[in-house]
């Protein structure tokens, strides 16, 4: 089919991010308006100056920093998603990370529509095999961050905050018991088994088991089940339905504080923090990072990783109760720490 020549409004944009030292083309600028990235031609242009908009300038350059041959915007396009919080943005976005939540299922050849459901012996060993069968096909290797950091820093004499005690969310027992409750539901998987992980996850240290257990028994006193009031009550169909339903300005603004998060975490790791390891210190010394950082709160790359990364944020955002509050007081600390000056 042959293409219709660019438009002057379009010619002076392509024109504008060249000069940044980007190379972009009409045709893309085509796709990502049909994708709701960027606003139509004349939405981008100031009417006074016919010069393009400084912000659609800025857009336009972040969507051809992020396209790289054999790669898609990935999580970026989702940060403009959130930034116009329109409803057909916000539909765009909840898809996305509905999708996302669910990638890392099926590619293990598990949709989520078809887990077996109900409480019948049936049902509960075909989640149990499911469960086994994901984590013996796909392994879940997963480097200590934390503790490369630290061993870094011993290595240059460089004193971190001392780390708090933390079990890894990545050890197999704890795998264990979150697959059976992503495919069943917390009816697949008790208190006391979650317990008895965090013990093995965390051996030598009993305080958070016991702490969880007691939680359970002073609830269960005022006949409360807390497992069946989580947020994971029903699994990974819970998780989803949490983003499907959940109010489209405020899940722009939690995919807004996600993405901000990750970005900024990236540039003060990446790029500031070695030149000023005081950086690391600040970014240590506080719980989100234990609850954020440490947990898939670091998104350097764009891709899928990045993706689920982020739209389990968009989750814990959601749900977590003081979560969304201490992200936001982490991304002023972030800002504060951006805004000083490189030495």
């Not at 996305?96 to 019948?120: H, M, N, Y």
Request: contains cysteine; charged residues 20%.
């Amino acid at each position: 089919m042959t293409r219709t020549t660019p438009s002057a409004l379009d010619q002076a944009l392509v024109a504008a991010v060249a000069e940044l030292g980007y190379t972009i083309t009409a045709t893309q600028l085509e796709r990502w308006r049909t994708s709701l990235w960027l606003a139509r031609a004349a939405e981008c242009t100031d009417p006074d100056s016919g010069a393009p908009r400084p912000e659609a300038v800025h857009r336009a350059t972040r969507l051809a920093a992020a396209s790289t041959p054999g790669r898609g915007i990935s999580w970026i396009g989702w940060t403009f998603w959130a930034l116009d919080d329109t409803p057909a943005s916000a539909a765009r976005l909840r898809a996305a990370v509905a999708s996302a939540l669910q990638r890392p299922f099926r590619r293990t050849g598990v949709d989520v529509d078809q887990i077996p459901k109900g409480d019948s012996d049936a049902a509960f060993d075909a989640r149990q095999q499911v469960a086994t069968a994901i984590l013996t096909s796909r392994p879940h290797p997963r480097k200590d961050f934390d503790g490369a950091l630290r061993a870094a820093a011993a290595a240059a004499a460089f004193e971190l905050p001392p780390p708090r005690p933390m079990p890894s969310m990545f050890h197999p027992a704890l795998l264990d018991q979150g697959a059976r409750m992503l495919l069943g539901g917390t009816t697949d998987t008790g208190l006391e088994d979650m317990a008895n992980a965090l013990e093995a996850a965390y051996p030598g240290n009993t305080a958070l088991p016991e702490a969880l257990r007691a939680m359970n028994r002073k609830a269960a006193l005022k006949g409360i089940d807390l497992f069946a009031q989580s947020p994971l009550a029903d699994g990974l169909r819970g998780i989803v339905r949490t983003v499907q339903d959940a109010d489209d300005a405020l899940l722009c603004a939690a995919v807004r504080a996600c993405t901000k998060g990750s970005g900024a975490l990236s540039i003060l790791l990446i790029q500031r923090a070695p030149q000023d390891p005081g950086i690391l210190r600040t970014l240590m010394d506080d719980v989100m990072w234990d609850q954020w950082v440490c947990l898939g709160g670091c998104v350097p790359v764009l891709g899928i990783g990045g993706e689920a990364a982020i739209a389990l944020n968009v989750f814990q955002y959601l749900t977590l109760p003081g979560w969304a509050e201490d992200l936001e007081r982490y991304l002023t600390l972030m800002d504060t720490l951006l805004a000083q000056p490189t030495t």
